[in-house]
């Protein structure tokens, strides 16, 4: 099913007497088209999980309109939109069995929609299967590992087949190799069953991985949407660039002058038609190439070897960062030590962005 | 590790002592005086051993009316008390305006003073020279008659008697009740609402369950206070509760160690193993039920 988001505005009333309201929520525009994967992308307080809860129903918004498919849902109570959630905590009932806790939802339901004992088992196991958690259908939610817990809430999610499926940082409480392993999960389940998926994080590795589409989210505000590589090859503004990539971009103070971009007295690219300014510059990390007389010249510090590649740390004085890191092949035998290197810049992996809004030029 | 566990008694000891001293001594000392017949404290003589005093006990009207009493009081206030207060807590838990005023409100009996209480429900229920009391002008004012709450039937002084201690007993439970209600993970709440829960399914099935340990540690701590009434009693109807017809077994107990027909400590030594007997009965069964039904 498709959503559409118009206009979305969330804002809560600010402590104190003469507070301002805070928007956590600003002017949300946004269709997310039928059966995909989407990851709402952002730091912590930017209103993600907020936009959440506003497509779930827990929360009403101050402006704007939500819709699925063509019917309006603004104002429909969460227990009448047909939504699964995932919380970060996963809220499973403690008092209720695995068994009991995939069914709950089933329970709910009244009338003609309600299915048989025997079907809610089978619907009941049927999202055990899809998850993988059939072994431990008796045990309560505290005698499951964090892993466990969070597939059971995925399964709970499932089982009455919502139209949509949100997920609130659905992995941010599993250790890093869980976290690997549970995000294929994720993409594997939702591939087998088409439902359109909306997911938080405020990871952007597991934002970029398993999604059709990111969302990258700032104070309130939508930056930038798009299929993941086009958002990391093309960022709109110096926040997303900055937000996206292990290791993040390099940025340095620079100018545009003649057309020319310009670090210090270095030339690293060219930019047509953008007037003479002051810049920010950003490289990404993998857009540097050791050349012998490449135009960029630092001072190393550190090599780090990573085995297939290697990373340079070193530090220029019109860097932004405290220190500058470029991703180079091992194969290009880099010896470890200090002393200056020479860089030349990919194109490609080169944006300028305007010194005072940070958009990109 | 025998020098581990000896420094542990080590540290229960002065707890141990005074428990000792203070509980278990005493109550070891009940049991036997309640198979010494007319046991005397100042003489410390008694002239034989068996169960007559449990045989006279059981058989002593005023024990019997006494029973009765304490198991009416028991079975009406505690379920009243736990399901008014269970009722009015969940009422202001879900109120955000006022809340801290009613609150205060329901607490207000747990800290006035007995006799003030005292005052008040005097107030309302005594017949004296000048008024009927309060309950009678709104009796009155219906157009029924005037009923004598302290000294007229028995069913009227109950009725005092157990709307004196549901009141009595309710702030502390409202107190637990809302507390417990309060710290219910609000994620909950959301997880089933999203899953489409109604409101009352929502209530038994999730706010119910999460709060089972309070409630139920509010019915074994209402069941034993309730058995062990007496100083209610003394407060409504003053300290000849047989002549009142409204003594508990904790009251008969009294009456036999220091009463008006006072000086039987072997009585009141068997009446009162026999309340320690129905206690722990009651509360086991409670315990067995609890497994059940309540989720740690």
Known sequence: ?361 | MENKSLKGWLYLLPALILLGIFMVYPLIDVFVYSFEEGYNFASQTYYGTGTYNYSYVLHDPYFLQALKNTFLIVIITVPLSTGIALLISVALSSITKLRDFFQTVYFLPYVTNTLAIGMVFMILFKKTAYTDGMVNLLINAFGGSSVDFIEGPYWAKMFVMCFYTIWVVMPFKILILTSALASVNQNYYNAARVDGTGKFRIFTRITLPMISPSLFYLVITGFIGAFKAYSDEVALFGTNLNAAGMNTIVGYVYDMLYGDSGGFPSFASAAAIILFAIVLTITCINMLIRKKFVFV
């Open chain 1, 1 to 361: 099913m498709k959503i559409v988001l118009k206009n979305l505005t969330k804002k809560f009333p600010g402590r104190g007497r003469k507070a301002k309201d805070v928007i956590a929520v600003n002017n949300f525009d946004f269709e997310i088209p039928d059966g995909k994967l989407i990851g709402l992308l952002g730091p912590s307080g930017c209103g993600k999980s907020t936009a959440l809860n506003l497509i779930c129903g827990l929360l009403k918004p101050t402006e704007g309109k939500i819709f699925f498919d063509e019917t309006d849902v603004t104002d429909l109570p969460p227990e009448n939109r047909g939504v699964g959630m995932v919380f970060q905590n996963y809220a499973l009932y403690p008092h209720l069995t695995v068994r009991q806790n995939i069914r709950f939802p089933l329970e709910n339901l009244k009338g003609a929609e309600r299915p048989s004992k025997e079907e809610m088992e089978k619907k009941v196991l049927f999202a055990a299967k899809l998850v993988q958690i059939e072994e431990y259908m008796d045990r309560k939610p505290k005698e499951l590992s964090g892993g466990q817990q969070q597939r059971v809430a995925i399964a709970r999610a499932l089982v009455k087949m919502p139209r949509v499926l949100l997920m609130d940082e659905p992995l941010s409480n599993l250790d890093a190799r869980l976290r690997l392993q549970t995000r294929e999960e994720i993409r594997r389940i939702q591939k087998e069953t088409g439902i359109t998926t909306i997911f938080v994080t405020h990871d952007q590795d597991e934002a970029m991985s398993i999604s059709d589409m990111i969302v990258v989210m700032e104070a309130g505000v939508v930056q930038q949407i798009g299929r993941p590589q086009d958002v990391y090859d093309e960022p709109v503004n110096l926040f997303v660039a900055k937000f996206l990539g292990t290791p993040p971009i390099n940025l340095f103070r620079g100018e545009v002058r003649n057309q020319e971009i310009r670090i210090g007295d270095s030339v690293v690219g060219r930019a047509q038609g953008v007037a003479d300014q002051e810049v920010t510059v950003g490289i990404r990390p993998e857009g540097f190439l050791l050349q012998e007389d490449g135009p960029l010249a630092v001072n190393m510090t550190a090599l780090e070897v990573m085995g297939r590649d290697v990373s340079i740390v070193s530090t220029h004085k019109e860097s932004l960062n405290p220190v500058i890191r470029s991703i180079i092949s091992a194969e290009n035998n880099v010896r470890a030590g200090a002393g200056p290197v020479r860089f030349a810049v990919k194109p490609n992996k080169l944006f300028i962005f305007r010194k005072d809004t940070g958009e990109r030029l």
